[in-house]
């Protein structure tokens, strides 16, 4: 009963450097989600999918592609990796219609440098 | 432009006394509230929900109270336990979307 699974868990990255977040649910959920948390500034919602093959921009999508080519997956890429994506990114995933049931990962610990 | 605002950074309650955390909003299309509780290196778990048609919700130890005319709610939790100390996030949830925006979090430490 893995839920949803993202990797890697931490990561350092270079300025420029480019790296894949990756995600997987278990859970046939249709939505998903990615957000980023910063220190005292809560989460901020990314990317979200209502489907394979759909996408859509939430808050703050700048910087980061995305691609829902599976139910189960929701890969979230950074082309050019600068310090503001220094953040904690978290994937979720639920049913359409049904809010709490968000079901979050545990966390991807990112440092660009 | 936080939409959902905590303006608690951090609250501090002794073992078995209440734990009142609260949470504002400023957009009236917003239509469902939840909780969420953190640990550390874990992600946010749901924890209780309310719907704006509803004034109060409880389940178990915790209540959340809505007051639409104030765009606030908040979280009661009674008798609070050392195992409640995490970071708690309002959410709310925008009129036919399934999107939730956060607020910044509040950190419980509920001490012996």
């Known amino acids: 009963n893995a839920g949803v699974t993202q990797t890697p868990k931490f990561r350092i990255l270079k300025i420029g450097q480019s790296m894949t977040l990756q995600c997987a649910q278990d859970?046939?959920?249709?939505?998903m989600y990615w957000y980023r948390q910063d220190p005292g500034m809560g989460l901020k919602l990314i990317y979200y999918?209502?489907?394979?093959?759909?996408?859509d921009k939430g808050e703050v999508p700048n910087g980061y592609n995305v691609s829902r080519s599976t139910t189960e997956d929701f890969p979230l890429r950074l082309e050019l990796a600068a310090p503001s994506q220094t953040s904690v990114y978290f994937c979720?995933?639920?049913?359409?219609?049904?809010?709490?049931?968000?079901?979050f990962g545990s966390g991807t610990r990112l440092t660009v440098v | 432009d936080q939409q959902v605002k905590q303006n608690s950074p951090s609250l501090s309650v002794q073992e078995g006394r209440i734990s009142i955390l609260n949470c504002d909003y400023t957009?009236?299309?917003?239509?469902?509230f939840l909780w969420y509780k953190k640990y550390p290196a874990e992600g946010p778990t749901f924890l209780i929900s309310?719907?704006?048609?509803?004034d109060k919700n409880e389940d178990g130890r915790f209540t959340v109270f809505l007051n639409k005319s104030a765009k606030h709610l908040s979280l009661h939790i009674v008798p609070s336990q050392p195992g409640d100390s995490a970071v708690y996030f309002c959410?709310?949830?925008?009129?036919?979307?399934?999107?939730?925006?956060f607020g910044t979090g509040t950190r419980l430490q509920v001490f012996p």
């Open positions: 979720a995933s639920s049913y359409s219609g049904e809010n709490y049931g968000y079901t």
């Open positions: 999918s209502v489907g394979a093959g759909i996408t």
């Open positions: 957009n009236s299309m917003f239509d469902y």
């Open positions: 309310i719907s704006s048609i509803k």
């Open positions: 959410a709310a949830s925008p009129y036919n979307t399934d999107k939730l925006i």
């Open positions: 859970m046939n959920h249709n939505y």
